[in-house]
C-alpha cells in the first residue's frame, strides 16, 4: 500500500468500523471472499488523500464506508432484491442462499452520499489491461454533479485503481512504482493532479 501522511486517516477508518452493520458486513466478507484487503488499503488510502484536500470529516468518513465496500457491493452475485428482503425467502427464491436481511449491506441502507460515490467512481478510470479473463457484471456507469461527491469519485477511483496495480487483482501485477504510476496516469480519467498528490506517498 502507498505511504499513509496522516496519523488520523487510520483513526477515522477504526471509527467507521464501529458501525455495528458495517462491523457484521465486514467480519462476513472476511470469512468468505478476498476482497477485504484490498478494499481496506483502498478506503485507507481514499481517506489520506482526502486530507490532502482538507475534506471536512464528514466526507473523510464516507470516504471510509465507499472504499470499505465498493468492491464487495459491485461483485455481489446475490440479487439486490432477495438481500433486501426483510421476511424469510420461498424455498424457489433461497436456491441455497443462507442469508439473513442484515448480515450483509446493501446499496440501500446507505447514506445516499456514499451510494452516489461508490456508484460513480468507475466512470473515472479505465481497467488496465487484464493478465486473464475476468467474469464480471456489466456495470453502469454514471456520474454526479455534486462537487462533493464528484470529488470523492474520483478519489476512490484513483486509489482502487493504483492498489490493484499494485496487488495484481484482475490485471498484471505491477511492481515497479514507476510503471505502476505511469499506467495509473494512463487509465484514469480523473483531476491529473489527484495522481501528482498519489506520487508524493
Do not use: W
Amino acid at each position: 500500500m502507498a505511504k499513509i501522511l496522516y496519523s488520523m486517516s487510520r483513526q477515522i477508518l477504526e471509527q467507521v468500523q464501529l458501525d455495528p452493520l458495517l462491523s457484521l458486513h465486514l467480519r462476513n466478507i472476511k470469512n468468505q471472499n478476498h476482497t477485504y484487503p484490498h478494499s481496506y488499503k483502498v478506503a485507507l488510502l481514499s481517506i489520506d488523500l482526502g486530507q490532502d484536500y482538507l475534506f471536512y470529516d464528514h466526507d473523510l468518513v464516507n470516504l471510509g464506508y465507499a472504499g470499505l465496500l465498493h468492491e464487495d457491493q459491485r461483485n455481489s452475485k446475490v440479487p439486490a432484491g432477495i438481500l433486501s428482503k426483510i421476511f424469510p425467502l420461498m424455498n424457489k427464491e433461497s436456491g441455497g442462499i443462507n442469508l439473513k436481511r442484515k448480515d450483509f449491506l446493501q446499496l440501500s441502507d446507505l447514506s445516499q452520499e456514499v451510494r452516489e460515490i461508490i456508484q460513480s467512481h468507475q466512470s473515472y478510470k479505465q481497467n488496465p489491461i487484464q493478465e486473464r479473463k475476468v467474469q464480471k457484471t456489466p456495470e453502469i456507469k454514471v456520474r454526479y454533479n455534486n462537487p462533493e461527491i464528484l470529488f470523492s469519485s474520483q478519489i476512490l477511483a484513483l486509489c482502487e485503481l493504483y492498489e490493484s496495480l499494485k496487488a495484481g487483482r484482475n490485471c498484471k501485477q505491477v511492481k515497479n512504482k514507476e510503471k505502476r504510476i505511469h499506467l495509473v496516469r494512463q487509465n484514469f480519467l480523473g483531476y491529473p493532479s489527484l495522481v501528482d498528490r498519489l506520487v508524493q506517498r
